[in-house]
């Protein structure tokens, strides 16, 4: 039994696989450097992987719909997406 997935389903789960694998990396890191040094470095990189993930896999998802959704619920979306990082910024 095949299985025939949306491209831009198929694009976001590998993106999100990908983000998955480089955290549990990270982790296997941590723990072998076993340093709280190393650890905080580690982790500071991760903080640019995160948000990266999250704009890409946005943009794709809505690459997928474009056709189904208004211009302005894009818009919206870019909007709440925008508001995650102010609320989130430190």
Not at 5 to 34: C, D, H
């Amino acid at each position: 039994m095949f299985f025939i997935f949306e491209k831009a389903v198929f694009g976001m789960a590998i993106l999100r696989l990908l983000s998955g694998t480089i955290e549990v990396t990270a982790a296997i890191l941590m723990l072998k450097f076993n340093s709280i040094d190393k650890a905080i470095i580690i982790n500071s990189s991760l903080s640019l992987i995160g948000p990266l993930v999250l704009i890409l896999t946005t943009t794709i998802g809505l690459v997928g719909i474009v056709d189904k959704v208004s211009f302005t619920k894009i818009v919206w979306i870019f909007l709440g997406v925008g508001l995650i990082f102010y609320g989130v910024r430190s």
